[in-house]
């Protein structure tokens, strides 16, 4: 098995993985579990973190908010049979009727033609077949029983929604209760609203948590550069892109959001596809998989091709196997001039550039990176050197951050270790990290970055040795 991950790999957790027997054989190919809000009962998600830590304390926990929830408003219970068509209309309160689905999203003059509806994680499927304005027109794909106040999905629309809610603040403060390390955000349209979200982190003790925001509104596309910024890291659907944008823009907005990552020092994940079930389907997911890393993709996020898939050790393997490929292209070329510097973290931005073009110009084996908030390995990471960084941290909360960064191997350092002895360590790990596989002429990077000029071992500086001289 690679230790050093060419490219991160999240899995989303549901009933595919839901025994201790089958997440424990791929535990070690996994960097971070996504926990979807949108699915499953509070005991359900507790029972998940649990297995999870108990197979692997290592693992970095995300929740995933459903943001604000769109619902049915029939007062009574609706049968639907395949084929029926039934007008679909907004309603604020519960309403009486049999031959109408009222709900409780008041925007559907934007809902196209073509639109999906799933109700109740597709219990009931409605294809929408007419926009009257003022109400829907929809057919039953799949019949069945729409019960009261049951949630609705859109598959082709994205609902205009704010991108938090109660139910969502509710699950976060239960999540850090039970030691949760990340939040991927749906519907953020702004920075305000990451800087929104650290506010009421801080009110719950949950300051420490990484913030990751979901690009999935047409506000977040033009305000992409400010959020990426708030934000700890983007997720990326492409899927998503397509129905805000032509397949020419979606791809412009792909590249800019991966470009501006890699110059600011955010990991980006993109949803992504495996189904090993279907030869055809898995080629074309292989083939997109490899273009994507060349591209420079942070991680890999696997939705239902491991929480619901039939198949989901086989999907969670092959994507594994792609990322390792030696041969995929990671090779980058950022001038400094390309690179963005911010006014607070100066010195570790020049330090991390210039760890990258050492890495670029002279036959390095590795970087050792030791770090207090997990920052310059981030910056460095998305730089995409072509050598492994090994992260050394006391932090847990950047400790785990070091999961959803490229080619990253992080460890966690005892609160009583020297930073001076940095070196003795990091040879040790080398050396057990590589089997042998280094020569005693072969060179090492160790990059020192602080802003706390005082502190005990830490410098703001390069090392360059000889792995027989360290």
Not at 2 to 12: E, G, R
Not at 159 to 175: A, S
Not at 407 to 415: E, N
Request: aromatic residues 8%; glycine residues 4%; hydrophobic residues 40%.
């Amino acid at each position: 098995m690679n230790i050093f991950h060419n490219a991160k790999i999240i899995a989303t957790m549901g009933p595919s993985l839901d025994k201790e027997t089958v997440l424990s054989k791929v535990i070690n190919n996994i960097d971070t579990f996504r926990i979807n809000l949108t699915h499953g009962d509070e005991e359900t998600k507790k029972k998940y973190i649990r297995m999870i830590l108990k197979l692997d304390s290592s693992k970095t926990i995300m929740l995933d908010t459903r943001g604000p929830e769109v619902r049915t408003r029939n007062k009574e219970e609706l049968v639907l049979n395949k084929g029926q068509k039934i007008p679909i209309e907004h309603a604020e309160f519960f309403k009486d009727s049999f031959d109408t689905l009222y709900i409780d999203y008041n925007q559907t003059q934007g809902i196209q033609e073509g639109t999906i509806l799933n109700i109740d994680n597709e219990s009931v499927i409605i294809e929408v077949i007419k926009n009257k304005w003022d109400a829907l027109m929809g057919k039953v794909l799949k019949g069945g029983l729409v019960l009261i106040n049951r949630h609705i999905d859109f598959d082709g629309y994205i609902p205009e929604l704010p991108y938090m809610g109660e139910k969502d603040k509710r699950h976060i403060v239960r999540g850090i209760e039970h030691k949760i390390n990340t939040i991927s955000v749906s519907y953020i349209k702004e920075a305000s609203n990451v800087a929104e979200i650290r506010d009421f982190l801080r009110t719950v003790d949950g300051e420490h948590l990484k913030v990751i925001a979901k690009i999935e509104t047409l506000d977040a596309i033009k305000n992409l550069k400010s959020i990426i910024e708030s934000a700890d890291g983007i997720i990326i659907s492409r899927k998503k892109l397509l129905i805000l944008a032509d397949e020419k823009k979606a791809t412009k907005i792909k590249n800019d959001a991966i470009k501006y990552c890699n110059t600011i020092g955010k990991p980006l994940i993109r949803n992504t596809d495996m189904n090993v079930a279907s030869k055809k389907e898995s080629k074309v997911h292989a083939d997109t998989i490899r273009e994507k890393i060349a591209e420079w993709i942070d991680v890999f996020m696997l939705t239902r091709d491991s929480a619901v898939a039939e198949e989901p050790i086989e999907n969670i393997f092959k994507l594994y196997e792609i990322i390792n490929e030696e041969q995929i292209p990671t090779i980058t070329d950022y001038s400094l001039k390309q690179v963005s510097i911010s006014e607070d973290d100066t010195i570790s931005d020049y330090i991390a550039y210039n760890a990258y073009r050492t890495s670029k110009e002279m036959p390095i084996k590795a970087i050792i990176c030791p770090t207090e908030s997990g920052y310059t390995p981030a910056r460095l990471a998305a730089l995409k050197p072509s050598v492994p960084i090994i992260a050394f941290t006391k932090n847990d909360m950047a400790y785990r951050y070091l999961n959803l960064l490229r080619w990253v191997k992080g460890y966690k350092i005892a609160d009583t270790f020297e930073y001076t002895n940095i070196k003795q360590i990091g040879k040790e790990i080398i050396r057990i990290l590589f089997k042998w596989n280094i020569s005693l002429d072969d060179k090492i990077l160790i990059v020192h970055s602080s802003l706390e000029q005082n502190k005990a071992g830490m410098i703001n500086g390069m090392e360059l040795y000889k792995f027989k001289d360290i």
